[in-house]
């Protein structure tokens, strides 16, 4: 499904990694690893298109990309693309508007436990909760290659077991993933440490 090859990526002229190579195929996992600052957020941005000092190949379903920008993935950095100013019901239908119906968005946000903060903005939650607006939108969307950061990072155990049943879901369903942590977890087909490049 995806062929990286000798990607090389620098921040204001600053060399993050080079030479990094990786094939992911279809209803695998890969996690990419290594210490703070070792690159991890980097990598997955400049898969993604949004960091423009990159080199090497990317390859999706045969075809060369100069990023994955384009094609159908699901992009969830740091930051989760949440509005604080809208509820949770606001950010999730309007993140999928072209299809989602009001009852499978209140499902998502009743799966996450969040059912009775979904009409609040966003800005009232705490930081455990912002993150399972995230899982909600994990849960909604339906793509064949999935790009998330750190997905296990300020949740609580009913949350992490709640995210690893869905990874493991959706790659029976056919799709791929590429996760990034500091260690490599049960749901890793393959590990890539940015400390050893």
């Given at each position: 499904?995806?062929?990286?090859?000798?990607?090389?990526?620098?921040?204001?002229?600053?060399?993050?990694?080079?030479?990094?190579?990786?094939?992911?195929?279809?209803?695998?996992?890969?996690?990419?690893?290594?210490?703070?600052?070792?690159?991890?957020?980097?990598?997955?941005?400049?898969?993604?298109?949004?960091?423009?000092?990159?080199?090497?190949?990317?390859?999706?379903?045969?075809?060369?990309?100069?990023?994955?920008?384009?094609?159908?993935?699901?992009?969830?950095?740091?930051?989760?693309?949440?509005?604080?100013?809208?509820?949770?019901?606001?950010?999730?239908?309007?993140?999928?508007p072209e299809y989602l119906r009001t009852e499978?968005?209140?499902?998502?946000?009743?799966?996450?436990?969040?059912?009775?903060?979904?009409?609040?903005?966003?800005?009232?939650?705490?930081?455990?909760?912002?993150?399972?607006?995230?899982?909600?939108?994990?849960?909604?969307?339906?793509?064949?290659?999935?790009?998330?950061?750190?997905?296990?990072?300020?949740?609580?155990?009913?949350?992490?077991?709640?995210?690893?049943?869905?990874?493991?879901?959706?790659?029976?369903?056919?799709?791929?993933?590429?996760?990034?942590?500091?260690?490599?977890?049960?749901?890793?087909?393959?590990?890539?440490?940015?400390d050893e490049l």
């Open positions: 499904m995806l062929e990286v090859s000798n990607l090389e990526c620098r921040l204001s002229g600053r060399l993050v990694f080079q030479n990094l190579s990786f094939i992911l195929g279809r209803k695998e996992t890969i996690e990419i690893i290594g210490s703070n600052g070792s690159g991890k957020t980097t990598l997955l941005k400049a898969l993604v298109g949004l960091i423009p000092e990159t080199n090497g190949d990317i390859k999706y379903n045969g075809s060369i990309l100069k990023s994955l920008f384009y094609s159908q993935c699901f992009y969830q950095g740091h930051l989760l693309a949440i509005k604080n100013s809208l509820t949770i019901f606001e950010n999730l239908k309007l993140s999928f499978l968005v209140n499902d998502a946000i009743d799966k996450v436990g969040l059912i009775s903060y979904a009409n609040r903005p966003c800005a009232d939650l705490s930081v455990g909760q912002f993150r399972k607006v995230a899982i909600a939108k994990l849960i909604l969307c339906k793509r064949p290659l999935y790009l998330i950061d750190e997905p296990f990072t300020a949740l609580d155990d009913s949350s992490i077991s709640l995210v690893s049943n869905l990874i493991m879901d959706k790659k029976s369903n056919g799709s791929s993933f590429i996760l990034t942590g500091h260690r490599g977890s049960d749901l890793a087909d393959k590990t890539l440490n940015l």
